[in-house]
């Protein structure tokens, strides 16, 4: 049994391959941008990439090779269920309300006219999104109709950019006040006139547009992560001034009502997600998904300081994630090699 693993420093693969040499698992490193991808895996039963929203290229691809392998029989990390939808609120939007998930009530409309129609008869404040994006990038608050009108004029004019040069600056400046590395400061104002390649090469969101009613009174978002029937996470404490956690950098760590676990557990299995990074929010006492993620940070497992099984109890000690991730992967290869055998 041999798994293939893409390999980017400083995405998952790092803790895959520690897993694999640390526990004896036959890997081998491959290039999936490679145009003998095909020919390169088929000495392996399973293809693991963490490929990122910001990565252009990887994003150019890695849906299409995954899903080809997983046609024909291979294993992979992420799979069909865990991956459509990645980078997508409006996929996750349809999803979630099929499987009757908690989301936060979200709305997207297609016609500029049917958008309008609705901004005039909505209640208000609301959040505005793009489908795509990380770290608050393109979530706003939206306090009024005469704001949601231009928001809605905009996405189907010019649309938005990946990317908000002053909402990162400011995030900088927060940063420097923290670091005083003038660096942040200098690389923020370069950003300005070069924005980052992804944002440059990815296009402008146009021609729909995506709402969610805003949740009120809440200082933290929490970030749950679930992988097969082990969760942990954190909070993400608000940027002072402001409603939004993703990209604060201020984490509270282990600290998750069970409700939250409950959900998490329970929207993973029955999505059969491998691997789910949930944003919750409170409302009402009820946490509430804001949106789902294969992909997530490698470095906030190690500040925890342990994690859950899915019957809620706490394991305490260092754990790793990333090697739930290859053993969950392992199993697969096994299970679907007993089922080929049998059908033979
Ligand atoms: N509907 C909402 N009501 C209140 N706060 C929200 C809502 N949606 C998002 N937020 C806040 O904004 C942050 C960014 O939103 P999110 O949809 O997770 O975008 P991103 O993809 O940039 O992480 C969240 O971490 C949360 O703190
Ligand atoms: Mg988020």
């Not at 081998?28 to 895996?41: K, M, R």
């Not at 006040?177 to 300005?192: C, M, S, Y």
Request: net charge neutral.
């Amino acid at each position: 049994m041999k798994i293939a693993i893409h390999h980017t420093p400083g995405t998952f693969s790092n803790r895959w391959i520690e897993h694999c040499e640390q526990h004896g698992i036959n890997y081998g490193i491959v290039n999936c941008h490679d145009n003998h991808i095909v020919d390169q895996l088929k000495d392996y039963d399973a293809l693991m990439w963490h490929y990122y929203h910001d990565n252009y290229k990887d994003s150019l691809l890695a849906k299409q090779l995954l899903y080809a392998l997983e046609q024909a029989d291979k294993v992979v990390f992420p799979n069909f269920y865990t991956n459509w939808h990645f980078d997508d609120k409006v996929g996750q939007k349809y999803l979630l309300e099929l499987f009757e998930a908690p989301l936060v009530p979200s709305y997207v409309f297609y016609d500029k006219a049917e958008a309008k129609r609705w901004a005039k008869d909505t209640s208000y404040p609301k959040v505005f999104k793009t489908r795509r994006g990380a770290a608050s990038a393109n979530v706003r608050l939206v306090k009024n109709n005469r704001e949601c009108m231009r928001l809605i004029d905009r996405a189907f004019g010019k649309g938005f950019g990946q990317f908000d040069p002053s909402q990162a600056f400011a995030d900088r400046v927060r940063r420097f006040w923290e670091t005083k590395n003038l660096l942040e400061l200098v690389k923020g104002l370069a950003r300005f006139v070069s924005p980052p390649a992804y944002a440059r090469k990815a296009g402008r969101d146009r021609d729909y547009v995506y709402f969610q009613d805003y949740i009120p009174n809440n200082d933290f978002d929490i970030r749950l992560i679930v992988i097969g029937d082990r969760a942990y996470g954190m909070k993400r404490m608000v940027r002072s001034g402001d409603f939004r956690a993703s990209g604060s950098g201020h984490f509270v760590y282990d600290d998750i009502e069970a409700d939250v676990l409950r959900v998490g557990f329970d929207v993973t299995k029955r999505l059969k997600l491998q691997c789910a990074a949930y944003d919750f929010i409170y409302h009402d006492g009820r946490p509430l998904i804001i949106e789902v993620s294969f992909g997530f940070g490698i470095k906030g497992s190690s500040k925890c300081t342990g994690y859950w099984d899915s019957e809620l109890k706490w394991h305490s000690g260092e754990f790793n994630p990333q090697g739930w991730m290859v053993d969950a992967v392992l199993e697969e290869v096994i299970r679907s090699k007993e089922t080929r055998t049998i059908v033979e």
